[in-house]
Every structure is written in structure tokens, then in C-alpha cells.
T-cell receptor, first 116, second 113 residues
């Protein structure tokens, strides 16, 4: 089946620093990638949708200047948390869609971010 | 706007017992419906999906779900729970092929020996 990887799987950083999370579709080309955030014991909250080569579309309430998303190729998207603060600590999950409907959407294993 | 409601944030069953996880949705159009499973510190794995056709959908690991339009439900069932089924389960809906998935809040399934 289609595989989506994320790197790193866990990251700890100091408050005020920036952290970059990579999401790769390993065996397919992803025309669309999604970034979700999951709070403890909560559901996944869609942060943004990105299409290769174009600007990401952010959901209401998500700061686009804080959460920078780049979808430079059909197999790579990055999420950069800029000037991270403890409240940004969370589980970030990316998802890649192969080009069909939502049934072709595959999820990465997630990245646990802890901001001290 | 579409939404997903999962009744019960935590369900506990005995090993070998029936598993029933409830999901109701609201959507203005016939939606695509999904169930995902998440093991601790892992991403989501697709269990099964309904797009069109047969309303009873079979998935992996012995799970199945039935789309009931009149009840706007898509409950997940498994006849006999196994210890390895303990995980978080998410119901998700997409009203069309091009919109992102909307997730329910999840139901944590515990299986007691």
C-alpha cells in the first residue's frame, strides 16, 4: 500500500526556536497534502491543505505565518513551526492524497513536538 | 457544514465480545465515510470506507460498518474483540471527492481479558 513518512518522529525544542517537519509520499505522487494537529485525547484538526507548487490553504484560526507550509514537489511537503511556544506542543500528522478522492488519502505516522 | 459525532469517548469490551462503535454524521449530500484506527504514537490506518454501492462494508481485521442513510449513521462492528483491537478509532466524512476529511473526536476501545 501507499506509504507516507514523517521526519522527525519526535522533536524537543526550546521556546522561540523553529522546527521543520518533513512529510514524504514514498511510493506515489501526492497532488495534495494535508497537515493535521492532534491534541491529547482529541480528534485531528485540519490545519491546512497544500497543492504542489501553490500556496497552502489554511483553516480558520490557524496562523499561516506561524505554521509555514511548503509543498515543493509531488512527494515532499514541509511544515515549519516558527518561534515555537509551549502551547505549540502537539502531535502533528501529515496526509497525502494520490489524486483521486478521499479514499486515496494516506496518513503519516505523526511527529510529536514538545516545546520547552 | 459537515460534522461527525462519535458516541462514547471510551468503550470497554471483554475479549471475544461484540464491538460496536457508533458514528453519526451530518452532511448535505451523500458523503464518503471512513473508519480509521490509531495505535499509540502512530498515524492513522484505514479500516474501511464507504463511497458508493453496497451499504455494508467489510474492512481489515474483521471489522465492518453499515451505511444507513435514514439514520445518518456508519457504526463500526466486529463480532469478536481481540486484545490487539485496543486502540483509538476515528470516524471521518468527506462530502465529496475533493474536500478534506472531517474527523470525529474518536473512541478509545479497551479490550479486557
Amino acid at each position: 500500500g501507499a506509504v507516507v513518512s514523517q521526519h522527525p518522529s519526535r522533536v524537543i525544542c526550546k521556546s522561540g526556536t523553529s522546527v521543520k517537519i518533513e512529510c514524504r509520499s514514498l511510493d506515489f505522487q501526492a497532488t495534495t497534502m494535508f497537515w493535521y494537529r492532534q491534541f491529547p485525547k482529541k480528534s485531528l484538526m485540519l490545519m491546512a491543505t497544500s497543492n504542489e507548487g501553490s500556496k497552502a490553504t489554511y483553516e480558520q484560526g490557524v496562523e499561516k505565518d506561524k505554521f509555514l507550509i511548503n509543498h515543493a514537489s509531488l512527494t515532499l511537503s514541509t511544515l515549519t513551526v516558527t518561534s515555537a511556544h509551549p502551547e505549540d506542543s502537539s502531535f502533528y500528522i501529515c496526509s497525502a492524497r494520490e489524486g483521486g478522492g478521499p479514499e486515496t488519502q494516506y496518513f503519516g505516522p505523526g511527529t510529536r513536538l514538545l516545546v520547552l | 457544514a459537515q460534522s461527525v459525532t462519535q458516541l462514547g469517548s471510551h468503550v470497554s469490551v471483554s475479549e471475544g465480545a461484540l464491538v460496536l462503535l457508533r458514528c453519526n454524521y451530518s452532511s448535505s449530500v451523500p458523503p464518503y465515510l471512513f473508519w480509521y484506527v490509531q495505535y499509540p504514537n502512530q498515524g492513522l490506518q484505514l479500516l474501511l470506507k464507504y463511497t458508493t454501492g453496497a451499504t455494508l462494508v467489510k474492512g481489515i481485521n474483521g471489522f465492518e460498518a453499515e451505511f444507513k442513510k435514514s439514520e445518518t449513521s456508519f457504526h463500526l462492528t466486529k463480532p469478536s474483540a481481540h486484545m490487539s483491537d485496543a486502540a483509538e478509532y476515528f470516524c471521518a466524512v468527506s462530502p465529496s471527492g475533493n474536500t478534506p476529511l472531517v474527523f470525529g473526536k474518536g473512541t478509545r476501545l479497551s479490550v479486557i481479558a
